[in-house]
T-cell receptor
Framework: DTGVSQDPRHKITKRGQNVTFRCDPISEHNRLYWYRQTLGQGPEFLTYFQNEAQLEKSRLLSDRFSAERPKGSFSTLEIQRTEQGDSAMYLC??????????????FGPGTRLTVL | ELKVEQNPLFLSMQEGKNYTIYCDYSTTSDRLYWYRQDPGKSLESLFVLLSNGAVKQEGRLMASLDTKARLSTLHITAAVHDLSATYFCAVDISETSGSRLTFGEGTQLTVNP
């Protein structure tokens, strides 16, 4: 039984470059979430999908950010024209729709982004 | 806007001692979650609390939820070094569930020999 996986685990990029992260949720989990965590803070919600539909986006998700989940399985998060303020840990989580009152989310190892 | 506050933010305690971490939130919810995070690692789910008065225990940790007071506690009994980590509470206030979690700032726990 594999958990949530994310790739890459670390990414160093120069300001202005585009980056893309991938998340593979736990199989059978049809909800997928993206969060961002900066040092010393709790995770902040970015967006979430139910199957392939993107149902909610935080105002933190500027127009430089785009997320997709084309087939309702893995998801990608792209950041265009990266800025130093984008440096953070990007966490993906998944949960199971069939437990409507239980939104227990299982987190992946995260992708640590450093923008130079 | 929902606010989730934890205290203390930093806790240093000796092995064998007891202590309680508090999590209070500003909007009605009956779904609260506790997570553990080790340095440089992701979040591990500890407890799921889904109703007023819910109490869950696992080893030396016990979590409870009082939805009327909008307060959850994480009690540590006879702390051991392995419990050193950052602990987060998170609240779900979405009407349909399955939406965003709002996290507290975290409590960084250090257990000293």
């Amino acid at each position: 039984d594999t958990g949530v996986s994310q790739d890459p685990r670390h990414k160093i990029t120069k300001r202005g470059q585009n980056v893309t992260f991938r998340c593979d949720p736990i199989s059978e989990h049809n909800r997928l979430y993206w969060y961002r965590q900066t040092l010393g803070q709790g995770p902040e919600f970015l967006t979430y999908f139910q199957n392939e539909a993107q149902l909610e986006k935080s105002r933190l998700l500027s127009d430089r950010f785009s997320a997709e989940r084309p087939k309702g399985s893995f998801s990608t998060l792209e950041i265009q024209r990266t800025e130093q303020g984008d440096s953070a840990m990007y966490l993906c989580a998944s949960s199971f729709l069939n437990c409507p009152d239980n939104n227990e989310q299982f987190f992946g190892p995260g992708t640590r982004l450093t923008v130079l | 806007e929902l606010k989730v506050e934890q205290n203390p933010l930093f806790l240093s305690m000796q092995e064998g001692k007891n202590y309680t971490i508090y999590c209070d939130y500003s909007t009605t919810s009956d779904r609260l979650y506790w997570y553990r995070q080790d340095p440089g690692k992701s979040l591990e789910s500890l407890f799921v609390l889904l109703s007023n008065g819910a109490v869950k225990q696992e080893g030396r940790l016990m979590a409870s939820l009082d939805t009327k007071a909008r307060l959850s506690t994480l009690h540590i009994t006879a702390a051991v070094h392995d419990l050193s980590a950052t602990y987060f509470c998170a609240v779900d206030i979405s009407e349909t569930s399955g939406s965003r979690l709002t996290f507290g700032e975290g409590t960084q726990l250090t257990v000293n020999p």
